[in-house]
């Protein structure tokens, strides 16, 4: 990856992006010329993005709840590559139990990750691009704030958090030429919750009928809603929480 990239090519940097969502993002960002620095755990999964993206993807293996790291990460990326125009911070972990058995531990791990990770790193970018005068963020949030969903209590409380961390950011560093924004994904099509749904008729079946649009979505579809939020296209859009999810959010 060429670490000296011209002043019209845009940075971005994507949390959980060697699979699911995150991958769908990264691969729209490289086929759009972003260069693109993708922060995961799993190093097979990291190495098999790096090979199928090539030259404009670049992978760093390091875990976000590590919260005293993550100014040194940023710094270096920063340093690395001359400039972060665009962060996704779309890296996340579920838990499903029922209420009375999510331990505090259960919870503030989920927390941990979801939103302390979130802020964190968005705190150390935002310098960055305070010094630019210019940047985008984008949060991913869930369905799972939009409604009431069983058995996920701690990833339902982070993203929620994370909608209302939105707003404020959005506020907060709008004067810096920084907009903040978020996508909702709704049920989308992916191994994971193909298998699920799958295997579960009377769920598959009730998701569907309440959504409008009767299908599952596509990653790509919340790629691309990513994708709306990091360029000039959306230039004077901020704050805003937008569902992609064939308008599950409101069906009956």
């Keep these: 990856m060429d670490k ?31 260069r693109t620095v993708v922060i995961g755990r799993n190093e097979e999964k990291m190495n098999a993005a790096r090979e199928a993206f090539g030259a404009l993807c670049a992978t ?15 710094e270096s990326i920063a340093r690395e590559y001359g400039r972060i125009d665009i962060l996704v ?24 990750t979801n939103v302390n990770a979130v802020f964190a ?12 005068q210019k940047g985008s963020i984008v949060n991913i949030s869930s369905m799972a704030s939009q409604y009431g969903i069983p058995k996920v209590i701690a990833y339902t409380a ?8 939105t707003r404020a950011m959005a506020v907060d560093l709008s004067p ?10 709704g049920f989308i099509a992916t191994d994971m ?11 598959k ?4 009928s309440r959504t409008p649009m009767g299908k599952l979505g596509t990653p790509a579809d919340v790629a691309e809603a990513v994708y709306f939020f990091s360029t000039d296209a959306s230039k004077y859009v901020t704050g805003t929480v937008l569902p992609v999810d064939g308008g599950n959010s409101i069906g009956f």
Excluded: H, W
Aim: neutral net charge; charged residues 20%; aromatic residues 4%.
């Design 89 to 112: 911070n779309n890296a996340g972990i579920n838990m499903k139990k029922p209420f009375t058995e999510v331990s505090d531990d259960d919870f503030q791990k989920i927390l941990l």
């Design 158 to 165: 982070s993203k929620s958090a994370i909608e209302g961390m």
């Design 193 to 203: 919750s193909a298998k699920a749904l799958d295997n579960d008729p009377e769920r």
């Design 176 to 185: 810096g030429g920084i907009r903040v924004n978020c996508v909702a994904p």
């Design 60 to 74: 760093i293996s390091f875990d976000l709840s590590n919260l005293q790291g993550i100014p040194e990460l940023v």
């Design 4 to 34: 000296n990239p011209t002043a019209e090519q845009k940075v971005a940097i994507v949390t959980g992006g060697a699979s699911g969502l995150g991958y769908a993002i990264v691969e729209k960002f490289v086929q759009s010329g972003i």
């Design 121 to 132: 790193l968005s705190r150390e970018v935002v310098k960055v691009m305070q010094a630019q």
């Design 205 to 208: 079946n009730k998701v569907l």
